[in-house]
């Protein structure tokens, strides 16, 4: 191997390896940490809900006019909507998981003034809860229909029991040997009796840290605005949608039906924002990657036009196309393995400066070994291409006059 | 030896043919010193390559060493270049980045031989061509008669069989051509078969042989040299007019 000539040629002409030596710590930095941002947000995006979220849909029926009798028209939607075929469950629901939208409450064991709260993102539903969400009650028990608490707009009433999830009781229950069902606890200062224990849940706001902290209480708010989840078959739910608005349409037409969406699009909503991160962050790794194996081909394409007849005297003097190939090649690898040495460093000192003032986590190691090897891939790869147009050069270049 | 018997060349473009060489026949006994003389475009530059392996020709038979080159694959042409030919360019060639030494090992880098061997070989040539002392400067750092004898040095570090010469001293003064002449002649008396491509009568005149070419042809106008040869070399001129 040539290496020794190869670094002691390349230092004497060294601004066009130092540029591109540059460019490729830049790109490592920015790949391995844009990558893990990428990561994150996919990861973020995609983790579990506990929901059947890809058959779940909501609608928002709002009545018109003084007379609206809120709890016959909700049971009556309701069993208008459980009679449509392909329809699992419905309920009504205060607010949307993953909506973005909801309501808030605080929770603790004890009365005590210093005993510490947690918070807890609260959905009234039907007795249907458990099956139009698709969630896991891993213990304890449904509500039932007797337990439905009908209460008006500006009541404060809470009913009697509530079924909460396991990251819940686990907060709320930090000893391992303990839970929360069958407990009474809370709400709001007000006791309440915990009857189930969900296995997983996500709630409302999907950047909040106790997205998974959530509770169930049986209730339908009496009012004009009335919110259904319904829970299809699998592949169902679109067909479905548009049956439902129909259906509800055709039993009341003094209302307003609106907000009729799919629980992956109101998800998607959510994770916008992520989303367009992502994207972006995606779109500048592609285009980085792009310019910097161009900058690769660049260099190696002007230093085989440039060495030209150096190429034909090597050729001359016995080098095989296969040496000739090789001499690019190790070249730019020790290009690149310079610049990726830099970039190293680089890319620790950006995730240092990200996590300090952008609170994005510690960049996994991994990336670090998985950018290198990429970056030298992109490299052979894009100087084989020049490296084997060098070795296309004829000897005989040697005796010309050029 | 080298043995050429009727190699055409002929360079194509889309509007013309050129013939570079035409039915060309010439044999080269071991440790003759050929000079080719010959009008610009005369083929002497054909010649060389193709004797040097370095261009393919048309139609013929090329027999170096007894091997006949025709169809030779690309890897086996280099190897043989490597190893039992040296190359002079007129404009010495030496890579600009490399160091005097550097340079030298060049060749020696496309064999399988140790890195020991390689400095041995190395700097037993750059002091045949005494630059010893010049092993770490650069070609840009010696003067034009310095570094045609670096790259004579290049081009016997390896042991050639051939020394084949493009116009060794075009670039040169006259006193540092003598010098790279006197060199040459020095190598030839060691054994190593030359061919010098010139355009000056005076330096083909201290060749064994001269060859003159005109329209791809050895021509009948062939000078030979009033050199005085010894016994055998002399039998092998004569041997060789014959053939041509």
């Known amino acids: 191997m040539e290496i020794r000539p190869i670094l002691s040629a390349m230092f004497r002409n060294k601004l066009g ?53 809120a709890r016959a028209v909700a049971a009556q939607d309701l069993e208008v909507i459980r009679a449509i075929p392909g329809v699992i469950a419905a309920s009504n629901a205060s607010s949307v998981p993953l909506s973005g939208s909801g309501w808030g409450e605080t929770m603790q064991t004890t009365l005590d003034d210093n005993a510490p709260t947690t918070g807890t993102g609260v959905y009234m539903m039907s007795d249907q809860a458990i099956e139009t969400l698709g969630v896991n009650l891993i213990s304890g028990r449904n509500f039932t229909p007797d337990e439905m608490l009908y209460r008006d707009e500006n009541s404060g009433q809470i009913p009697n029991v509530i079924m909460i999830t396991q990251a819940l009781s686990d907060q709320l229950f930090p000893d391992e040997n303990e839970t929360a069902l069958g407990k009474t606890v809370f709400f709001d200062s007000r006791p309440i009796e915990v009857i189930g224990i969900i296995e997983h849940m996500h709630g409302s706001w999907v950047t909040w840290d106790a997205l998974a902290q959530v509770s169930i209480i049986p209730v339908l708010t009496l009012s004009n605005q009335t919110r259904y989840m319904i829970r299809t078959e699998p592949g169902m739910r679109d067909q479905v949608m548009p049956q439902v608005e129909e259906a509800l349409a055709n039993v009341n037409s003094q209302r307003i039906l609106r907000q009729l969406r799919s629980l992956e699009e109101f998800a998607a909503r959510s994770y916008a924002g992520d989303n367009t991160i992502a994207v972006v962050m995606m779109t500048v790794i592609v285009l980085l990657v ?63 400066y990200l996590v300090e003032h952008f609170e994005m986590p510690r960049l996994d190691r991994i990336y670090l070994p998985i950018g290198l090897v990429a970056i030298w891939c992109l490299g052979f790869i894009a100087a084989l291409g020049p490296a084997r147009k060098a070795a296309h050069v004829s000897p005989a270049i040697a005796t010309r006059t050029v | 030896m080298l043995k050429m018997s009727n190699i055409s060349k002929i360079f194509r473009t889309r509007l013309i043919e050129t013939h570079a060489l035409r039915s060309f026949n010439l044999t080269v006994n071991d440790g003759e010193f ?20 370095l261009e393919d020709f048309d139609t013929g038979q090329y027999m170096l060493d007894g091997e006949d080159i025709s169809g030779l694959p690309d890897k086996s042409r280099s190897k043989l270049r490597n190893e039992k030919i040296g190359f002079i360019f007129q404009s010495f060639n030496l890579i600009p980045d490399l160091n005097i030494f550097d340079n030298v090992d060049v060749p020696l880098r496309y064999r399988d031989m140790g890195a020991g061997e390689r400095k041995d070989r190395i700097e037993s040539a750059l002091e ?15 003067s034009g008669g310095q570094q045609q004898r670096v790259a004579i040095a290049r081009a016997l570090a390896g042991s050639p069989r051939f020394l084949l010469a493009d116009e060794p001293t075009g670039n040169l003064d006259s006193l540092m051509a003598r010098q790279v002449m006197e060199l040459l002649e020095s190598i030839n008396d060691q054994g190593v078969t030359i061919i010098m491509v010139t355009h000056d009568p005076e330096l083909a005149r201290r060749a064994h042989r001269n060859i003159y070419l005109l329209d791809g042809q050895i021509s009948d106008l062939e000078e030979v040299t009033q050199l ?10 004569r041997a060789d007019h014959a053939a041509i």
């Open chain 1, 17 to 69: 390896a130092i540029l591109i030596a540059t460019q490729i710590a830049v790109t490592l930095a920015i790949i391995c940490n844009g990558a893990f941002i990428v990561y994150k947000r996919y990861q973020t995006m995609n983790r579990p809900t506990g929901m059947d979220i890809e058959n779940i849909f909501a609608i928002t029926s709002e009545g018109i006019g003084s007379n609206h009798n």
């Open chain 1, 290 to 352: 792009i310019i910097t194996a161009m900058g690769i081909i660049g260099l190696v394409s002007f230093l085989v036009n440039q060495r030209t007849k150096q190429i034909g005297t090597r050729r001359a003097l016995g080098a095989q196309k296969f040496h000739v190939i090789r001499y690019f090649l190790v070249e730019n690898w020790l290009i690149t393995t310079i610049g990726l040495s830099v970039g190293l460093v680089l890319t620790i000192l950006l995730n240092m």
């Open chain 2, 228 to 237: 005085p040869l010894n016994q055998n070399q002399s039998q092998s001129q």
């Open chain 2, 128 to 142: 045949n061509v005494g630059l010893s002392s010049r092993a770490k400067h650069l070609p840009a750092e010696l």
């Open chain 2, 34 to 53: 050929i000079a080719v003389t010959g009008p610009s475009g005369s083929g002497k530059t054909t010649f060389l390559n193709i004797a040097g392996l």
